[in-house]
Every structure is written in structure tokens, then in C-alpha cells.
Antibody
Framework: QVQLQQSGPGLVKPSQTLSLTCAIS??????????WNWIRQFPSRGLEWLGR?????????DYAISVKSRITINSDTSKNQFSLQLNSVTPEDTAVYYC?????????????WGQGTVVTVSS | QSVLTQPPSASGTPGQRVTIFCSGS????????VYWYQQFPGTAPKLLIY???QRPSGVPDRFSGSKSGTSASLAISGLRSEDEADYYC???????????FGIGTKVTVL
């Protein structure tokens, strides 16, 4: 049974860096069929895909245009986890952040989700 | 605003059939698979439909998806009180090189 466990602070000051980690159990971050995503949900309920990392003989990353200049998604094979870093945050980055796996039923199916982390950007 | 257009709300009485539409463009729905997600308050979204019309194991056959051109739809037949939730459509967008979601449709069982 695949599970994703998120960790990281729930409060970040404006202009600082938001950092979250997603630990994987039951699958491998180096899987040749899965991708590991970060998605956020704004207080208005809207969902926004932020980006993904995946391994296909080498590591690849894709990022949403809206955050491309501020985002980094890394993988840690020794800990079987992946992480999100979002720089220069503003109150508009306040959201629930989810990690999610894709690739079980196609390339863009988010079939396993983390529990979500409520992140508030405030001084 | 979202790239994919969904109505903000839909409703029906128990036993009725409710259909939610999702409209996109040639760069997303028109050229890629559509996925549907169900979300209850305080929980993560759950994959409901993949590749336009396929159900993951465990999803009741009351839920069905379809796609035509640049639009897609999710139908819930035999509506139940436990179907009251938010429903989101999603697809890859080739122009944006990223995944896009609809704004979500809140289904209310009257």
C-alpha cells in the first residue's frame, strides 16, 4: 500500500522560502513509471499543479509556468522522498500543499495523495 | 481563473442523474486525456476517472466519464447523499507544458 507522508512548517514569513518534504512508503522515488508531484489548493478551493520530478534513466523536472522562477523540486533516493522549495513567498502563496503520485493509470493521474499541509504566509 | 471551465455548482435529488461539464481547448482536453477527482471537505482529492472514462478499482459504476472534442463530462447516476462533494476535472496542457484543473463543481444532494 503506497502512502505519502508530508512534513514541513505551516507558517512562513513573506519573502522567505517555503520547504516541504514528502516521504514515500510502498513505492520508490526512482520508479521508472511514476512521477512525484506537488499540487496546492487555495482557500478559494482552486487547485494548482506546481511541478513534478521523475526518473527515466535520469532525473527530470517539470514546473508550472506560474512558479517556474521560484520553485525547485528535488528527490532524495537515500531517504525515498522528494521535496518542494518555493522561494520569495507572498501571502498569495497561502494554500494547502499536497504531494501526489502520478503514473499508475497514465501519465497524469494523481492516484495517491499526501495528507496535505496548510501553509500560511504571514509575518 | 482556471484554464478548464466548470460550473461552480450542481444539484440533484437522490436517485437522479447529475452531469458536470468541463470545457477546455485544443491544447488540453482536445489533445490529452481528462481526469476527474472527488474531494470531501478537509481531505485530499481522490482519483475518480482516468483516461476520459476509466474507473480505478473501487469506484462505483454510478460514476462515468466521457469526452468529445474539447469538452468532457462526468455523470453521476443514482445520486446518493454520500456523493455530495467537490468534483474537479484535469488535463495536461501542451501549450503550458503543465497540468491544469477546473475550478471545481460543488455537487449538492437536495
Amino acid at each position: 500500500q503506497v502512502q505519502l507522508q508530508q512534513s514541513g512548517p505551516g507558517l512562513v514569513k513573506p519573502s522567505q522560502t517555503l520547504s516541504l518534504t514528502c516521504a514515500i512508503s510502498g513505492d520508490s522515488v526512482s520508479s521508472n513509471s511514476a512521477a512525484w508531484n506537488w499540487i496546492r489548493q487555495f482557500p478559494s478551493r482552486g487547485l494548482e499543479w506546481l511541478g513534478r520530478t521523475y526518473y527515466r534513466s535520469k532525473w527530470y523536472n517539470d514546473y508550472a509556468i506560474s512558479v517556474k522562477s521560484r520553485i525547485t523540486i528535488n528527490s532524495d533516493t537515500s531517504k525515498n522522498q522528494f521535496s518542494l522549495q518555493l522561494n520569495s513567498v507572498t501571502p498569495e502563496d497561502t494554500a494547502v500543499y499536497y504531494c501526489a503520485r502520478s503514473g499508475s493509470y497514465g501519465n497524469n493521474d494523481f492516484d495517491i495523495w499526501g495528507q496535505g499541509t496548510v501553509v500560511t504566509v504571514s509575518s | 481563473q482556471s484554464v478548464l471551465t466548470q460550473p461552480p455548482s450542481a444539484s440533484g435529488t437522490p436517485g437522479q442523474r447529475v452531469t458536470i461539464f468541463c470545457s477546455g481547448s485544443s491544447s488540453n482536453i482536445g489533445s490529452n486525456y481528462v481526469y476527474w477527482y472527488q474531494q470531501f471537505p478537509g481531505t485530499a482529492p481522490k482519483l475518480l476517472i482516468y483516461r476520459n472514462n476509466q474507473r480505478p478499482s473501487g469506484v462505483p459504476d454510478r460514476f462515468s466519464g466521457s469526452k468529445s472534442g474539447t469538452s468532457a463530462s462526468l455523470a453521476i447516476s443514482g445520486l446518493r447523499s454520500e456523493d455530495e462533494a467537490d468534483y474537479y476535472c484535469g488535463a495536461w496542457d501542451d501549450s503550458l507544458s503543465g497540468y491544469v484543473f477546473g475550478i471545481g463543481t460543488k455537487v449538492t444532494v437536495l
